[in-house]
Nanobody
Framework: VQLQASGGGLVQPGGSLRLSCATS????????IGWFRQAPGKEREFVAG????????YYTDSVKGRFTISRDNAKNTVYLQMNSLKPEDTAVYYC??????????????????WGQGTQVTVSS
């Protein structure tokens, strides 16, 4: 099982990035996908989640209206479009897979699969 996050980088405040999470080794069609982030000295937090067919999405309040999660099951890939980035969005971003978004929101330790992170730095 692999989840490969990519697309991070350095961007100025107000800029945009699109993160990708390429998956393999499991049936993505049966899994919800979540994006998480961890800033230095802070706990890892849930950022966004999408149900297994993409019908429902969830966002933490601080990113609502700026971030959009989407998925292309045919390409085994999930995306996080991040617009209007702020310095407080700076963190390592991770993708994860679990049958239920509620697990990812409330019980991170129970999540089935985790990917490695990609660094996002928002700075002028």
């Amino acid at each position: 099982v692999q989840l490969q996050a990519s697309g991070g980088g350095l961007v100025q405040p107000g800029g945009s990035l699109r993160l990708s999470c390429a998956t393999s080794g499991f049936a993505l069609d049966y899994y919800a996908i979540g994006w998480f982030r961890q800033a230095p000295g802070k706990e890892r937090e849930f950022v966004a989640g999408i149900t297994y067919r993409g019908a429902v999405t969830y966002y933490t309040d601080s990113v609502k209206g700026r971030f959009t999660i989407s998925r292309d099951n045919a390409k085994n890939t999930v995306y996080l479009q991040m617009n209007s980035l702020k310095p407080e969005d700076t963190a390592v971003y991770y993708c994860a897979a679990d049958p239920l978004v509620v697990t990812m929101r409330n019980s991170q330790n129970a999540v089935d699969y985790w990917g490695q992170g990609t660094q996002v730095t928002v700075s002028s």
